[in-house]
């Protein structure tokens, strides 16, 4: 039932997919490379039956993929009256190439003219014209119970032919491997990779390679270390293009919430080994004395980014309270609170009484007081049948009382004569300040205790109570009010001419000491300073007004060197500057200059003198001479100089010149030569030719030619 047919063979190994292209001229059959065509005219077919007939001889029912394909089956197909079924059916309103189960587009399509057009309906299977005349190798919507010709195909695709990342295209002449996204190569064997990822710094990151190392499809997570924190995403794709999804994510230490300032009437001394206020950094407190710390003296950052503890307070030191004696009053200055440390207290008694005890109580740091609470006891009196005269130097006093008294007050008595008190000189309340005296014994006299304090914005300078001693003299000179020292912790923008601007006067950052400020804004007070800051368009934000300036540590001269420096304050405190410079002859190991900053802090370390080097040391001497028949071209002498350089080119030694060839020598003899210092320095070797030569003298130093025969 098969026509008699010649047939080609040609088989084709590639890409380890081995592929069969049968080619016939005259037969049932024909192909072209890579995908062979199937047929028959000697039996026709209905559509189910001819695709039932392809897939159990061949692969299926022909699937035709460009105009290629069907230029080609025109000229290599017989003519067949019935003309031949192809793939293509209509599945659900929707023509479909049955083999591959792919949708005919409005691109691929070949109808004839007017199809398809469904006449009597049911018309769900396509014939192509081959050798028709007219609308030759075109399609047409047929009758799928018609009889027509097969056309089947063997496809070349092979599960070995392209890699699993791919999809199989059959066509003339060829087939061809489409890749899935992210992979390339002949056969989409090989992912697309993107740039490798390395750990970043203080994390790590893991990865996982589904298709090669940093391919497609590779995921890498980061993680930080503790007390670091991720700044960019956390997983990595690595997509189909070659590019990551997101930029590699870097590590950054946690910052806990700035601390502006320590606490008041004490000191906050901090430590950023990453950091300022970051992971690890530690800050300590410490109260001025005559407060205690409320809280810890020490928090440290931790790594969620907080602190261990809140800022501690200082408070001040509290003595028990006192009363005033019975019969007796009492009267108390407190500068920080009552019964505070510094608070003083002066006691007196009622007419009649007399104090036993201190006059004046002060309460100490340690939070007692400097004595016990004195007591007024009542004055003695003696009988007048005792008083001869009046009471002088040296008097003395019989006392006693009659058999019906029993205390220490006689009937028919007159008061003790006590001689006046020594007085100091008059007190005068400090400018600014304020004075409060008590005087037991009179104005300005013995056991006078006068108190001390300042005006708001000044601060006091010396002892805050004086007495009156015995000796007419008070514990010491008066104190003094002096303005307060501001130190501006931070100041929000100010505006200037109508713009803001952070930078430039008018914008003070931490450390600004108010002897600065004060030029810029003629204010010295807190209220001042405010008023001053918010009149110029400043945001006040913080202040932090401070008693002194800061110092730092007394520096030294260095050793060869000396020093030169500058304190607009107090000597080695806060803006001090020093020059540092080295004798001729010694180098400076670090800067020449250095500040102390507002913590407190030198800019550097004290720097030292070293000598200065060449390639041996400074003040080095060096001396050359050449071997015999050599002559020094150059200095014999080199020295290092104080700027570290020598003193000349290196010298070198060139072979001597004779004046005539195959002289005799005669004689040999040397020379020594001393320098001033008596230092030997050359050997000068001589050697003495006969006259036929001339007379020439050689030696490791110079060469002299002489033209004549004595020597």
């Not at 016990?372 to 003395?396: G, W």
């Not at 080095?620 to 020598?646: A, M, P, V």
Request: hydrophobic content about 30%; aromatic content about 10%.
């Amino acid at each position: 039932t098969i026509a008699n047919y010649y047939a080609l063979l040609y088989r084709n190994i590639q890409s380890n997919c081995t592929i069969q292209f049968d080619y016939y001229l005259t037969g049932e059959t024909g192909s072209v490379q890579a995908w062979t065509y199937n047929y028959s005219v000697t039996q026709n077919l209905d559509w189910d039956s001819a695709r039932q007939w392809c897939r159990q001889h061949y692969t299926d029912m022909v699937a035709i993929q460009n105009q290629e394909e069907i230029v080609y089956l025109n000229t290599m197909l017989p003519r067949n009256s019935q003309y031949y079924w192809i793939g293509l059916r209509k599945v659900n309103e929707m023509w479909t190439w049955m083999g591959t189960n792919k949708t005919l587009t409005k691109e691929a399509e070949n109808w004839a003219t007017g199809e398809p057009n469904n006449i009597g309906h049911g018309q769900d299977c396509v014939e192509i014209y081959i050798k028709r005349g007219k609308d030759e190798a075109k399609w047409n919507d047929e009758r799928c119970t018609r009889k027509k010709g097969p056309l089947c195909y063997t496809a070349s695709c092979s599960k070995h032919c392209c890699s699993s990342h791919a999809e199989c295209l059959e066509n003339i002449g060829n087939y061809t491997c489409k890749c899935d996204p992210g992979f390339k190569g002949p056969r989409c064997h090989e992912a697309v990779a993107c740039d490798a990822v390395s750990d970043p710094d203080q994390g790590s990151v893991n990865c996982d390679h589904p298709h090669g190392l940093f391919a497609f499809n590779s995921s890498c997570q980061f993680h930080c270390a503790l007390g670091y924190q991720l700044l960019g995403a956390s997983q990595l794709l690595c997509q189909a293009t070659g590019f990551w999804d997101h930029p590699a994510a870097q590590c950054q230490v946690k910052q806990c919430p700035h601390r502006d300032s320590g606490p008041h009437r004490g000191t906050m001394n901090c430590s950023d080994p990453i950091a300022l206020h970051s992971y690890n950094s530690t800050c300590e407190f410490s109260c001025d004395l005559g407060f205690d710390l409320i809280g810890p003296d020490r928090i440290q950052c931790d790594h969620t980014g907080q602190w261990t503890g809140n800022i501690s307070t200082c408070t001040v030191v509290r003595c028990g309270p006192l009363s005033p004696p019975a019969m007796g009053n009492m009267s108390c200055v407190d500068p920080l609170g009552a019964s505070s440390f510094t608070s003083s207290c002066g006691f007196s008694c009622e007419e009649g009484y007399l104090l036993r005890g201190d006059i004046n109580l002060t309460c100490l740091s340690t939070g007692q007081w400097t004595n016990r609470t004195p007591a007024c006891e009542r004055a003695l009196f003696i009988k007048k049948e005792y008083i001869m005269n009046e009471f002088s130097y040296d008097s003395t006093c019989t006392l006693e009382c009659e058999k019906s008294f029993l205390g220490p007050v006689c009937h028919n008595l007159c008061p003790l004569y006590i001689p006046p008190a020594q007085k100091c000189a008059h007190l005068s309340p400090p400018a600014m300040g304020n004075m409060s005296c008590v005087d037991p014994l009179g104005h300005s006299s013995f056991t006078s205790s006068c108190g001390f304090s300042c005006e708001e914005g000044y601060l006091l300078r010396g002892d805050i109570n004086l007495t009156c001693l015995s000796t007419g003299q008070w514990t010491n000179h008066t104190p003094a009010c002096e303005r307060e020292v501001v130190q501006v912790e931070m100041f929000g923008p100010c505006m200037h001419h109508g713009s803001w601007n952070n930078s430039g006067p008018g914008f003070y950052q931490p450390g600004w000491h108010i002897g600065y400020a004060g030029k810029i804004l003629g204010a010295l007070s807190k209220h001042e300073v405010s008023t001053a800051l918010q009149d110029q368009g400043c945001l006040l934000l913080t202040a932090f007004f401070c008693s002194s300036v800061r110092h730092c540590s007394r520096l030294v001269e260095p050793q060869r060197g000396w020093m030169n420096c500058t304190h607009p304050y107090s000597p080695y405190s806060y803006s001090s500057h020093c020059l540092l410079q080295c004798n001729e002859g010694f180098w400076l190991t670090g800067a020449p200059t250095m500040h102390c900053n507002a913590l407190g802090v030198w800019s550097q370390d004290l720097p030292s003198c070293q000598v200065v080097q060449c390639e041996n040391l400074f003040s080095s001497l060096c001396l050359f001479t050449c071997s015999k028949g050599y002559y020094l071209n150059g200095t014999e002498e080199l020295s290092c100089t104080s700027e570290g350089q020598w003193s000349d080119l290196v010298p070198s030694c060139q072979r001597n010149i004779t004046s005539v060839q195959g002289c005799t020598d005669y004689l040999f003899t040397s020379n020594i030569i001393y320098n001033n210092s008596g230092i030997v320095i050359v050997l000068v070797l001589y050697r003495v030719r006969d006259s036929d030569c001339g007379c020439s003298i050689e030696s490791g130093i110079v060469t002299v030619v002489v033209l004549t025969s004595q020597v």
